[in-house]
Each structure stands twice: as structure tokens, then as C-alpha cells.
Nanobody, 123 residues
Framework: QVQLVESGGGLVQAGESLKLSCTAS????????VGWFRQSPGKERELIAAINWNAENSYYEDSAKGRCTISRDTAKNIVYLQMNSLKPEDTAVYYC????????????????WGQGTQVTVAS
């Protein structure tokens, strides 16, 4: 019902910024909440931020507050993650995921996942 495709990853230098995009398609694309997650080698997947279907509510993990901003273009069904002041420890595969409600996103159990985009931060 929903397909998610991430883009915008790449190699950046420490201190630089990057903006990731998650394009949602399918019948329910405009109805789902979307979150950004990341996973580094040897580490568990962690939530960064999430936004509800109409962009009126958002959530940030404490580690993301101040450096990341999640936003949503409801007309285009694109969810963005702006990341500033990147550090080498931000190197990970970044995934967007969606489901019907922020609660499912925050519980790390969304049904729909993208394929991920690699972000590498060089020191």
C-alpha cells in the first residue's frame, strides 16, 4: 500500500549539513506518519525523528534535538530530514519508515520501510 524511497545520502565532511528526502507513494501515502531511523554497523536501529500525516505534530529523540529538523511537503508526500553539524558518529544507513500513527513509529514497529541511504561523515 505504501512505498518509501530515500535519497540525499552521501559523503560529507564533519561540520557540514545534509538533507535527506523520503518520497512516499501508494494509496495510503498521504495518510501515514513517517519517521527517520538510522543504523550503524554493530548498533541497533534507532529513531531520529518522526512527523505525522498532516505535519502538525513531530517528535524528536533527545539526541536529534537542536541538530535535526523533520519536515513534510504534504502536497508531494515527501518527508525531509535536515541534519546540521554532522559528526563522524552520524555515519550510518538512514531509513525512513511509515505507519498509521506516530505511536507505531516511536515503538520502532512501523510496517513500511524504505531501502535506506548511506550517510558517511568524514573527520
Amino acid at each position: 500500500q505504501v512505498q518509501l524511497v530515500e535519497s540525499g545520502g552521501g559523503l560529507v565532511q564533519a561540520g557540514e549539513s545534509l538533507k535527506l528526502s523520503c518520497t512516499a507513494s501508494g494509496r495510503a501515502a498521504s495518510s501515514i506518519a513517517v519517521g527517520w531511523f538510522r543504523q550503524s554497523p554493530g548498533k541497533e536501529r534507532e529513531l531520529i525523528a518522526a512527523i505525522n500525516w498532516n505535519a502538525e505534530n513531530s517528535y524528536y529523540e533527545d539526541s536529534a534535538k537542536g541538530r535535526c529538523t523533520i519536515s513534510r511537503d504534504t502536497a508531494k508526500n515527501i518527508v525531509y530530514l535536515q541534519m546540521n553539524s554532522l559528526k563522524p558518529e552520524d555515519t550510518a544507513v538512514y531509513y525512513c519508515a511509515g505507519d498509521y500513527g506516530l505511536g507505531l513509529i516511536r515503538s520502532n514497529r512501523p510496517d513500511y520501510w524504505g531501502q535506506g541511504t548511506q550517510v558517511t561523515v568524514a573527520s
